[in-house]
């Protein structure tokens, strides 16, 4: 990207890996949020950033989306978003629960939010902060809402946050390559899964 715009903020020297509400309602048929063909290939390449995380010692935060019984605590977004009652105390079919392949180890910070952003009323900046990171990989449902209010108050809070193409997804391909184009302009570096899966190994990416 060439003009005002898009200029590179590049991997630090402590990068954490950010899994952002990568949960069943996303990829569950049936679910008032399921992403149909999009979401089983996320859920695959952030399996792949996680391994590669853990692999190397690097830091890994998850979110889940959690609200009281009567979604007291959803606020207007809540009301915006009907669909959000999936992940109300007691809802049925389990939403709110993580494909297998992406559950947290008793070390990983889970983090439950209310609103979009994983910074947003909960502990993220304080965790990152104390582990000394400097750049978080994004990751997670969806490119629209979450990581792309996740990613912007990475940077807000002093972290350069990198969103990995092929490890988020929306409900079009359309809203996902916008979001991205206006995430990689703006606020985050916008990279493949292929050169973060490189810099998390600690591989040389020149090969």
Not at 4 to 19: D, I, T, Y
Not at 68 to 93: E, Q, S
């Amino acid at each position: 990207m060439s003009g005002p715009f898009g200029a590179r903020l590049g991997w630090g020297r402590a990068p954490a890996l950010l899994l952002v509400d990568v949960v069943n309602a996303y990829v569950t048929p049936g679910s008032p949020l399921d992403l149909g063909a999009t979401g089983p290939p996320v859920v695959a390449a952030c399996a792949q950033l996680l391994e590669a995380a853990r692999g190397a010692c690097i830091p890994v935060v998850h979110t889940r989306v959690g609200y009281t019984a009567g979604m007291a605590d959803a606020g207007h977004f809540g009301r915006k978003v009907p669909a959000l009652a999936v992940f109300a105390a007691g809802a049925p079919g389990g939403l709110g629960g993580v494909p297998p392949e992406l559950e947290a180890r008793p070390d990983e910070p889970v983090l439950v939010k209310q609103h979009a952003s994983a910074f947003f009323g909960t502990s993220l900046a304080a965790t990152l902060t104390s582990l000394r990171v400097d750049t978080v990989v994004v990751a997670g449902f969806s490119t629209s809402g979450c990581v792309r209010a996740s990613a912007t108050d990475a940077v807000q809070h002093g972290f350069a946050p990198l969103v990995v193409r092929e490890a988020c997804g929306d409900r079009t391909a359309a809203l996902h390559e916008a979001n991205l184009h206006d995430l990689d302009a703006k606020y985050a570096d916008v990279v493949s899964l292929l050169d973060a899966l490189t810099h998390l190994r600690g591989e040389d990416p020149r090969g």
